[in-house]
C-alpha cells in the first residue's frame, strides 16, 4: 500500500509534548505513512525572522497531509523585540503562522467538531468557521484611514480626529460565501446531519447579513434533505450551551466561528479535547484548537485533542474505521478514570494517558 507523506510540525510548547505522545497511535493502527517533522513556531520567528521558514512550506507541499503541534504567537510590540538583534530594523513582520498556513494555502473551511465524550447527555455537532475572509481578513486599521473617516460621517464620530479612532472591515465576498456554504452542506451530508445552521447578526449587520443569506439559501435549496436555518450568533452559543444536541453543523463567518467554536470546546469538556481540520479545495492541515499553553506544567497537557485531531485526518485521508478506533478508545480510557491529565481531575502523564488510550485501541 502506498505510504502517506506526513508532514508533523510539532511547534512550540505543549504542541511538542501532545504530537509526540499521540503520534505512535498511527503506527498501532498499522497506517501505513512515513513522518517528516518541520520547523514551525515561536522560536524560528525569534532566530530566522520568519515562523514559517521556507524549507517547511516545500515539506508541506510534497506531503499528503501536515499535522500541526500548536504555536505561540504573540502581539506585534512583543515581537519586535523578541527578534534576535542582527536581525532587527530591517522591517521584518510578524505574522501568525496559521494566519499563514490559512491564507497561502487558500484553507477557507476551519472544521471543529464538539461531541459528547466525558459526559452522559448526547451530542454530536459540527462548527464551520470561514478561515480567510469576515472580520479577520486583515483590514484592521489604526488610526482611522481617512477614505474610511469620510464613510463615518454620523455623530460623534465625524467629529473624533482619526487618531482617536480605529476600525476592521468585515470583508464577505459571494466566491468566499459560496465555497463555504457548498462546503457546510456536503459536510452535513457526508457526516450524516440533518441541519445546517448559519450563525450571523442578521438583525444588526443588516446589508452584510441579507447578501450572505441569499447565498446560503441559493445553496441550501441544493440540499433540500437538510433543514437550513439561519439564527442571530449570540443565540447560537447560549442554545449550544444549553442543548448541544440540537445543532448539526454550524456555519459562520471567521471571528463568530471563531468564538463559537472555542465555546464548543468548552462544551466538549475543555480545549484539551477540541481538534480542528483546515481544508481548502487542494490542500488542508489539521490541528488541535488549543495553543502552545505556556501556563500547562511540562507534561502534563492532555493528548486527547491531539488524539482526535489524528482522527479528522485519518477521516480525510479515507481512514474512517482508524478514526472511529481513536475515538471509543479515548471514551474508553476516560470512563475507566484510571489514566486521566490534571484537567481531568486526574494525575496522569501527557505520555500515561496517550498510552493508556493506546492501549484502549
Ligand atoms: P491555550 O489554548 O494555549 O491555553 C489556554 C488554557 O487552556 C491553558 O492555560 C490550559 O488551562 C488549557 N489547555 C489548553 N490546552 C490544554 C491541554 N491540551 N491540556 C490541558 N489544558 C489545556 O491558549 P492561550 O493560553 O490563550 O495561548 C497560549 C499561546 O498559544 C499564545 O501564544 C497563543 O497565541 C497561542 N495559540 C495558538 C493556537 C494555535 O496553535 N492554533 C491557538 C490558540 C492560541
Ligand atoms: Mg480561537
Known sequence: MKKIK???????????????AALP????????YEASFGDIGWEFWKNEGNPVPERTWQLIENSDATLLGAITSKPEREAEEELAVPLKNFGLRYVSPVVQLRQRLDLFANVRPCFNIQHDKSFRCSIIRENTEGLYAGFDF???PEAIKQLVNKSPWDNYPEKDMSCALRIQSR???????????????????????FADKPNVLRKSSIFA???????????????AEIHNVDAVALWLVRRPEEFGVIVAENMFGDILSDLAGGVMGGLGFAPSANIGMKNSYFEPVHGSAPRVKLNTANPSAMFLTIGLMLDHLG?????????MALVKTIQQGKYLTYDLDGLASTQDMAQAIIGNL
Open 319 to 327: 481512514y474512517s474505521v482508524e478514526a472511529k478506533k481513536i475515538h
Open 25 to 32: 497511535v498511527m503506527d498501532a493502527l498499522a497506517i501505513p
Open 175 to 197: 466566491h468566499g460565501l459560496k465555497r463555504l456554504f457548498h462546503f457546510s452542506f456536503e459536510y452535513a451530508r457526508q457526516n450524516h446531519y440533518t441541519k445546517v445552521t
Open 142 to 144: 489604526y488610526p482611522m
Open 6 to 20: 506526513l508532514a508533523v510540525l510539532p511547534g512550540d510548547g505543549i504542541g511538542q509534548e501532545v504530537t509526540q
Open 213 to 227: 443569506r441569499e447565498i446560503f439559501e441559493e445553496i441550501a435549496a441544493c440540499y433540500p434533505e437538510i433543514k
